[in-house]
């Protein structure tokens, strides 16, 4: 919360102190600097580019929250028909409405032979697809009453490999409610974060072959949710188009990731109309991709 009250009326108190308390300018600009600068990183100022174009990648992984399709099987069948165009290897999907489906068909309408689906309701819940055998980690957790927590699955891969991918579905503080602004709310909302942080803590330190994490974190990149895997896994962001942008709408944040372990050639931002979350695609290969620096109007150089 103050990460993101941070980032967008951060500016409102330094522009007001810059014109106030004239004899510490210095200081107030150095805050504008360090706010711009914050807001820069998480709006996706950091290009990416190839010396070179990458091979044809030998894994694509993608993370969609699907809003629950909003619950009408027309708009069932239209997700349905993305999913098996965009045919991605392993897809981690959130707020998972299957209708009148069995998960298994489902899978089958979406162009997956295989899922693992974890059930919040009669027809709701976490899903893991795949184009490979994927089976339940055995350590999984779905919050009472909600589709948030996480599903974590073993994928057996062509190559003999077997990695680990972990759907992770943070809940929401749901800021526009009025109710949401009660304590008894926030301690939930904290609670319920706690008991997926834990269970995410013991997945990497037990884990110790390729992990991919995936998923709806309800939170921007300053924050601690998607904070605790900087350093240890890659942020498929390192290879998003440049000026790519937020992952959520209306307003505009970026609170869906894809950590890997290792630099993804190419990350790609899809809309479905009549979702407020992106559908994101990051490729990855077996080199590391060639990384060069390019300048923008922010910074004199940028890039990773």
Same mark, same amino acid.
């Given at each position: 919360m103050a990460a993101l009250g941070a980032m967008y009326g951060g500016w409102v108190v330094v522009a007001y102190f810059l014109w106030k308390d004239r004899d510490k300018?210095?200081?107030?600009?150095?805050?504008?600097?360090?706010?711009? #600068?914050?807001?820069?990183?998480?709006?996706?100022?950091?290009?990416?580019? !190839?010396? +070179?174009?990458?091979?044809?990648?030998? #894994?694509?992984?993608?993370?969609?929250?699907?809003?629950?399709?909003?619950? !009408?099987? +027309?708009?069932?069948?239209?997700?349905?028909?993305?999913l098996a165009e965009v045919r991605a290897d392993v897809v981690c999907l959130q707020e998972v409405y299957l209708g009148d489906y069995s998960a298994e068909c489902f899978a089958e309408r979406a162009g997956y032979p295989y899922i693992l689906f974890r059930k919040a309701g009669p027809a709701m819940g976490m899903a893991i697809l795949s184009r490979y055998p994927v089976t339940d980690y055995g350590a999984s957790i779905l919050l009472r009453g909600s589709t948030n927590g996480v599903l974590a699955g073993k994928v057996a891969l062509p190559s003999g490999d077997t990695v680990q991918v972990v759907n992770v579905h943070y809940p929401s503080y749901r800021l526009g409610k009025a109710e949401s602004w009660k304590y008894r709310h926030w301690h939930r909302v904290w609670e319920a974060q706690r008991e997926i942080d834990s269970l995410l803590a013991r997945i990497r330190e037990a884990w110790q072959r390729p992990m991919w994490v995936c998923g709806d974190f309800n939170a921007i990149p300053l924050s601690y949710a998607a904070g605790q895997w900087w350093g240890y896994l890659w942020d498929s962001y390192g290879a998003a188009g440049w000026l790519e942008g937020p992952t959520w709408r209306p307003i505009p944040l970026r609170i869906d990731y894809i950590w890997g372990p290792s630099p993804a050639y190419r990350q790609m931002t899809q809309w479905v109309e009549g979702h407020h979350h992106a559908y994101l695609l990051a490729e990855y290969g077996e080199r590391s991709p060639m990384l060069v620096k390019r300048k923008s109007l922010t910074f004199a150089l940028l890039g990773r």
């Open positions: 300018r210095l200081y107030w600009g150095f805050l504008a600097g360090m706010w711009g #600068l914050s807001w820069g990183f998480t709006y996706r100022l950091w290009p990416f580019s !190839e010396k +070179k174009p990458p091979p044809p990648p030998t #894994l694509r992984i993608a993370t969609w929250n699907m809003d629950a399709s909003h619950y !009408e099987r +027309k708009l069932i069948e239209r997700d349905l028909a993305f």
